[in-house]
């Protein structure tokens, strides 16, 4: 698999974490839970988002093992 395309600083919601991982969104909800993958809150509308520096640890952590 090739590293996803995100830049560290952006967030990105659960659906396009999701796309950029190549995984169904039940998969992250499923690592979320886990506490695999963290993830912070929109205040203004209490939305989930994934930075993504996170995605790249992810990825790496998963996929280089």
């Known amino acids: 698999c090739t590293a996803p395309n995100v830049s560290k600083d952006g967030r990105y ?4 974490s999701a796309k ?5 969104r039940t ?3 499923r690592y ?3 506490k695999l993958i ?7 509308n ?7 520096s996170e995605l790249i640890r992810f ?3 998963e996929y280089m093992r």
């Open 27 to 29: 998969t992250i909800y």
């Open 59 to 61: 990825w790496g952590a």
């Open 32 to 34: 979320i839970r886990q």
């Open 20 to 24: 950029a991982l190549g995984i169904d």
């Open 38 to 44: 963290k993830f912070g809150v929109h205040k203004y």
């Open 13 to 16: 919601s659960i659906t396009e």
């Open 46 to 52: 209490s939305r989930r988002f994934i930075l993504g």
